[in-house]
């Protein structure tokens, strides 16, 4: 494989170092320029984790897609000006480019030109830890690199020349790479396919000692893997950067009065997520859909928490999630002020549980919100065990609550509270 393609399995996926970004925000027809500067602004703190100094930025406006440039040559022609006049080496499109636009861009700009969904790539290469993970990210960025293979070898192309029928060197390399590529693209996809296998199993054998589970889910740097470390005193990584976590990250938590549940950190939502890293990460957001119940989690400072709560139901929707009950949690209250939008934020959710990790303030009121919902989720049944079923016994005493135990001549009557799940498994000692 070519040096250009070797890129694609290396933490960074920009073929030359850069350290100034100049970015171009996008007002599409019908979009309001608040909502195009949030859009804007997200993307400075991708690039920002991306680990590449924002020089400038600017928004620019559309009707339609140029399909040869995205935007019209007069504005980009600004652009590019005002880019190289601060000095630039990279600009980042918000927006999604095509491989004809990307390459044309960047032949009258003279610089490197990305857009949003190489910015995402690059952050979720840096951050993949396990197996699955690792091989969705590259599967996704040689996806995303096919249709730009050209781009990385229009200087061997115009060497091409030659008699009708002969190929010069850049089209054989082209050729060639394209070959590759599409040969590691099946190969990963076979791989993947034995990974979810291997994850399903396991998901397999969870449900065998079923313990309940709940799986924490919201926008990107709501604070998730904070509320996960101060439950369960573990270090998962958690940094006020987007997309600190991908790999599904699974504690089992003990709460007061002795119950247990698996509670599960999934990635986070953002806005404008390209659709190819959608499907390869749907896989750890599958978490949400087998839990019992859904903990999300809200950032209460931020000014756009209404658009992200709405952003992250609609993903639960599209993942099939619909009737599982959520336990709202606002997350940051330390803070809260007087007459801040903070405050303002909290009066538009009346029922959620105030928290903040940071100081430990009402985490003990989410411990009670979740022990009142696994009593909800648990029932109430009378069952005559067989004398010599200790197993059973035992059991129940794991995984449920016993309220009252008696010997009796054919057996042992048991009133005990326990997961519908557990319920299934003894139906035929419910009396």
Request: glycine share 6%.
């Given at each position: 494989?070519?040096?250009?393609?070797?890129?694609?399995?290396?933490?960074?996926?920009?073929?030359?170092?850069?350290?100034?970004?100049?970015?171009?925000?996008?007002?599409?027809?019908?979009?309001?320029?608040?909502?195009?500067?949030?859009?804007?602004?997200?993307?400075?703190?991708?690039?920002?984790?991306?680990?590449?100094?924002?020089?400038?930025?600017?928004?620019?406006?559309?009707?339609?897609?140029?399909?040869?440039?995205?935007?019209?040559?007069?504005?980009?022609?600004?652009?590019?000006?005002?880019?190289?006049?601060?000095?630039?080496?990279?600009?980042?499109?918000?927006?999604?480019?095509?491989?004809?636009?990307?390459?044309?861009?960047?032949?009258?700009?003279?610089?490197?030109?990305?857009?949003?969904?190489?910015?995402?790539?690059?952050?979720?290469?840096?951050?993949?830890?396990?197996?699955?993970?690792?091989?969705?990210?590259?599967?996704?960025?040689?996806?995303?690199?096919?249709?730009?293979?050209?781009?990385?070898?229009?200087?061997?192309?115009?060497?091409?020349?030659?008699?009708?029928?002969?190929?010069?060197?850049?089209?054989?390399?082209?050729?060639?790479?394209?070959?590759?590529?599409?040969?590691?693209?099946?190969?990963?996809?076979?791989?993947?396919?034995?990974?979810?296998?291997?994850?399903?199993?396991?998901?397999?054998?969870?449900?065998?000692?079923?313990?309940?589970?709940?799986?924490?889910?919201?926008?990107?740097?709501?604070?998730?893997?904070?509320?996960?470390?101060?439950?369960?005193?573990?270090?998962?990584?958690?940094?006020?950067?987007?997309?600190?976590?991908?790999?599904?990250?699974?504690?089992?938590?003990?709460?007061?009065?002795?119950?247990?549940?698996?509670?599960?950190?999934?990635?986070?939502?953002?806005?404008?997520?390209?659709?190819?890293?959608?499907?390869?990460?749907?896989?750890?957001?599958?978490?949400?859909?087998?839990?019992?119940?859904?903990?999300?989690?809200?950032?209460?400072?931020?000014?756009?928490?209404?658009?992200?709560?709405?952003?992250?139901?609609?993903?639960?929707?599209?993942?099939?999630?619909?009737?599982?009950?959520?336990?709202?949690?606002?997350?940051?209250?330390?803070?809260?002020?007087?007459?801040?939008?903070?405050?303002?934020?909290?009066?538009?959710?009346?029922?959620?549980?105030?928290?903040?990790?940071?100081?430990?303030?009402?985490?003990?009121?989410?411990?009670?919100?979740?022990?009142?919902?696994?009593?909800?989720?648990?029932?109430?049944?009378?069952?005559?065990?067989?004398?010599?079923?200790?197993?059973?016994?035992?059991?129940?005493?794991?995984?449920?609550?016993?309220?009252?135990?008696?010997?009796?001549?054919?057996?042992?009557?048991?009133?005990?509270?326990?997961?519908?799940?557990?319920?299934?498994?003894l139906k035929e000692y419910i009396v």
């Open positions: 494989m070519s040096s250009d393609l070797e890129l694609v399995d290396n933490g960074n996926i920009l073929s030359e170092k850069c350290e100034a970004a100049f970015l171009v925000g996008i007002r599409e027809r019908g979009e309001s320029d608040i909502d195009a500067q949030e859009h804007l602004d997200e993307l400075k703190s991708l690039v920002d984790t991306m680990g590449i100094n924002v020089v400038d930025s600017e928004l620019a406006i559309i009707r339609e897609p140029n399909p040869k440039l995205f935007i019209g040559s007069g504005k980009l022609e600004e652009l590019v000006e005002k880019a190289k006049s601060i000095n630039a080496d990279l600009i980042i499109f918000d927006a999604e480019l095509s491989p004809r636009q990307q390459r044309n861009i960047e032949e009258q700009a003279g610089m490197t030109v990305i857009d949003r969904q190489e910015v995402i790539l690059d952050i979720f290469a840096d951050r993949a830890n396990t197996k699955e993970a690792t091989l969705q990210v590259q599967l996704a960025r040689l996806e995303y690199s096919l249709p730009r293979l050209t781009r990385a070898w229009t200087h061997l192309s115009r060497q091409r020349g030659g008699a009708k029928g002969n190929r010069g060197k850049g089209e054989t390399q082209l050729e060639s790479d394209r070959r590759m590529v599409l040969k590691y693209i099946t190969s990963l996809k076979k791989e993947i396919k034995e990974v979810k296998k291997t994850r399903e199993l396991m998901r397999k054998k969870r449900a065998e000692r079923p313990v309940p589970s709940a799986a924490i889910v919201g926008y990107t740097n709501a604070g998730k893997s904070s509320l996960l470390n101060f439950l369960t005193g573990s270090d998962v990584l958690a940094e006020d950067k987007l997309f600190a976590t991908l790999d599904p990250t699974s504690r089992k938590i003990s709460l007061p009065g002795g119950r247990e549940f698996i509670l599960t950190d999934t990635v986070g939502f953002i806005r404008k997520l390209p659709h190819d890293l959608v499907d390869a990460f749907k896989s750890t957001l599958e978490e949400a859909a087998f839990a019992d119940f859904i903990i999300h989690v809200l950032d209460i400072t931020n000014p756009n928490i209404m658009h992200h709560h709405t952003v992250t139901l609609e993903v639960l929707e599209d993942l099939g999630i619909k009737d599982k009950k959520i336990i709202t949690v606002l997350n940051k209250i330390d803070a809260l002020k007087e007459g801040s939008i903070e405050e303002l934020n909290l009066l538009k959710f009346p029922n959620a549980v105030k928290i903040s990790t940071y100081t430990g303030e009402g985490v003990d009121n989410l411990r009670e919100r979740v022990n009142t919902l696994l009593l909800e989720l648990h029932s109430e049944i009378k069952l005559l065990i067989p004398l010599d079923r200790w197993d059973i016994i035992a059991l129940l005493k794991r995984e449920g609550t016993v309220l009252k135990e008696e010997y009796m001549d054919n057996g042992i009557e048991v009133i005990v509270s326990v997961s519908n799940k557990i319920k299934s498994q």
